[in-house]
C-alpha cells in the first residue's frame, strides 16, 4: 500500500521561497505519475506541477518559472521547489501518485489514486 507524507511547508514573506518534500514508500510502479496540488480555502483544488515516469514535468501557468518539481529516485521521494512566493500561493499543499503512464494522468489529472495529508503554506507580510 502506498503512503505519502509531505512536510516543508510554513509561513514565509512575499518573494520568500520555500521547499516541500513528499516521502513516498510501497511504490514500486514502473510507470507512474507523482505531482502537487493545492487547495485554499473557498476554493477548489488545482494541480501545480507533475513529474512522471520519463522524467518528462508539467506545469500550472501560475507558477511557471517560480516553482521546480523533482524526484529522487534512489529514495522515491517528490521535491517542490518554490521561489517568489506570492500571497496568493498560499494553500494547503498535497503530494499525490498515481501507476498509471503520463498520458493517463495528463487527462485525468484529479484521479491520483494516492494522496498525502497536505503541508500548508501561507504567504504573507
Known amino acids: 500500500q502506498v503512503q505519502l507524507v509531505e512536510s516543508g511547508g510554513g509561513s514565509v514573506q512575499p518573494g520568500g521561497s520555500l521547499r516541500l518534500s513528499c516521502a513516498a514508500s510501497g511504490y514500486t510502479y514502473s510507470n507512474y505519475c507523482m505531482g502537487w496540488f493545492r487547495q485554499a480555502p473557498g476554493k477548489e483544488r488545482e494541480g501545480v506541477a507533475a513529474i512522471y515516469s520519463d522524467g518528462s514535468t508539467t506545469y500550472a501557468d501560475s507558477v511557471k518559472g517560480r516553482f521546480t518539481i523533482s524526484k529522487d529516485n534512489a529514495k522515491k521521494n517528490l521535491y517542490l521547489q518554490m521561489n517568489s512566493l506570492k500571497p496568493e500561493d498560499t494553500a494547503m499543499y498535497y503530494c499525490?501518485?498515481?501507476?498509471?503512464?503520463?498520458?493517463?494522468?495528463?487527462?485525468?489529472?484529479?484521479?491520483?489514486?494516492?494522496w498525502g495529508q497536505g503541508t500548508q503554506v501561507t504567504v504573507s507580510s
Open positions: 499525490a501518485a498515481d501507476g498509471r503512464a503520463r498520458w493517463w494522468c495528463v487527462s485525468h489529472p484529479y484521479e491520483y489514486n494516492y
